[in-house]
């Protein structure tokens, strides 16, 4: 067990619907990490924060997709009018500044 | 910008016998590698990473990583394998521009049979 976790585990919504999944670093990580992964691919990098700072965003972060970390402790991740390609699994990871990225189980979102 | 390739989706071993997955990067500058392991429904677990210095870097559950400049490879290896490390692996690299993002390969899947 990494120390991160995650909820909920899983999430089915219908299209259209929003949601929002949160997310609980290791308790002194100052840097948290969201990726998203798709089946039979490798996870790819969303975005990330510096304490409660957004300081990167990729260009699969939709404006459709918004993410926050208030006080620089846990994160939120909310995905607004969900469309069946959002179905993936979603990671979230955290470290001590640039050191080892730790992953948590991570939140199954299917949309029908 | 980096890119990291594992050139098999599947590998196949019996018990006992070597293992070896394959990774090949590619990065402008020096590469920060990783590899991870996943097991169903978990994240990902750290196995090892090279930084820099040896070559042979060795990891958790007796796995060991060797680095190869040359050929721009970062190969996984265990020389017994068991049961349990039937697995998803990933590679990884580090954004080295900036030091925050990591770029995974898209898995290679492990399946060691008694």
């Known amino acids: 067990d990494t120390g991160v976790s995650q909820n909920p585990r899983h999430k089915i919504t219908k299209r259209g619907q929003n949601v929002t999944f949160r997310c609980d670093p290791i308790?002194?990580?100052?840097?948290l990490y969201w990726y998203r992964q798709t089946l039979g691919q490798g996870p790819e990098f969303l975005t990330y924060?510096?304490?409660?700072?957004?300081?990167?965003k990729s260009r699969l972060l939709s404006d459709r997709f918004s993410a926050e970390r208030p006080k620089g402790s846990f994160s939120t991740l909310e995905i607004q009018r969900t469309e069946q390609g959002d179905s993936a699994m979603y990671l979230c990871?955290?470290?001590?500044?640039?050191?080892?990225?730790?992953f948590g189980p991570g939140t199954r979102l299917t949309v029908l | 910008a980096q890119s990291v390739a594992q050139p098999e989706d599947q590998v196949n071993v019996a018990e006992g016998n070597p293992l070896t997955v394959k990774c090949t990067y590619s990065?402008?500058?020096?590469?920060?590698l990783f590899w991870y392991v996943q097991y169903p429904n978990r994240g990902l677990q750290f196995l090892l990473k090279?930084?820099?210095?040896?070559?042979l870097v060795k990891g958790s559950y007796g796995f060991e990583a060797e680095f190869n400049k040359s050929q721009t490879s970062f190969h996984l290896k265990k020389p017994s394998a068991l049961v349990s490390d039937s697995a998803l692996y990933f590679c990884?690299?580090?954004?080295?521009?900036?030091?925050?993002?990591?770029?995974f390969g898209a898995g290679t899947t492990v399946t060691v049979r008694a």
């Open positions: 990871a955290s470290s001590l500044d640039a050191g080892q990225q730790f």
């Open positions: 308790s002194e990580h100052n840097r």
């Open positions: 924060f510096q304490n409660e700072a957004q300081l990167e």
């Open positions: 990065v402008s500058g020096n590469p920060y």
């Open positions: 090279y930084i820099t210095g040896d070559n």
């Open positions: 990884a690299v580090r954004d080295i521009v900036g030091d925050y993002k990591l770029s």
